[in-house]
């Protein structure tokens, strides 16, 4: 077996990773030199085992494989059509690219995520490429220039409903990403696709963030993240606490169908509120990205119920996570005076249409919560008899 480099760095204190290692940098070069495969090598013995494998038998993965690329260049469809490495229903406890053969050595990796089940959409290979190919630039591709002053009241309620807006991308960002490290390597696609997602969130956070400032308004009153927040187990980073992010499926569900379902009614409602050409064409281009959040978050729960290994039990544990879900968002999004009012404002064309406006506002919360259930009921969860989204605003 060929020793690692890791073997030079063995006196190295890893509970002190700021320190210097023990040896001296002469007494490393030494220890590296000493290796027994640095010693073959030296001498004209290359190890050669990837090269000399024969494929699929266990080092090398496979050979010959060809794929052809199609109108947009190569996909990961047509990857995995040449290799024939479609994903089986678990990975392994092993850290690899799916295909590749092992070296002797590799050891095995525990993954906490291991199930085809756990992550898997159906159009999740192709909402990643097409996350690739749809990326804007917030500095660039908003004509920043053609933004038109404003009233000084729509001004200040577009600012809040952004400031409001960009929290809202915190959280997405947050919650999601650390669980990228827990997806076994084998389902690659969930790794790539929540990093295009957070992505994504990072530049909605942005446009919003240089729309406040770009218009002599500013950035307005962040809001309080309580009630329902503090029942549902913590705040918005605690996700270890939190019942609503204590597994995959718990945090896709209220992340993906509950929480962006909720945010692409109110980029929807944003486009109709934009009073600029500018602010409409922003609401159009965060809507295009999040509409793909949603779309994984309900497709991955139409497989989930479809493949889970007990899909009665998975049913019945998501309904009692979409009773606090649904609440815990309907106090974020739909009952906080700065998101309401400002909505309010803008939907009455000024202060002076406040009635009117939020009357308009309680027609959109009834949109989203018509859309939400039947979202989630063509992926097979019927909430229609139980969702704890009162059917109208009390207002
Ligand atoms: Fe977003
Ligand atoms: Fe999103």
Redesign the pocket.
Known sequence: MVETMEAGAERVDASQPHRRPQLTAGEFAAKIAANPYIADLRSGNADLRWFKAKPGEGVWGSWGVRAVPSRRGITLMDIERAAGTEPGPEGPSVTAPRGAGYADDIGTSPWEINGKWEVWADNLVTLYEEACSRQWNATADIDWSRLEPLPNDLERALCQYNTFLTMG?YL?TDVLAPWLPRFNTYFHEIKLFIAS?AM??AR?TEVFRKRIYANGGGMGMAIKLGGALARAGGGMANAASNPLFSSWRDVSFAIHVVF?GA?LSMFRFGEFLGKTDVDKQIFRMVMQ??AR??SYGTMHLKFLLDNAPDPESERERLHALADIAEVFFLDLFFLQPGTIESCAILAGDGLDGFAQGLETYKSVYKKMREEYLSRIKRAGLDRSQKCMFPLELPF
Request: hydrophobic share 25%.
């Open positions: 991308e997405a997602q994504d969130e909605h962006e945010i990205d999040e959040h949603v």
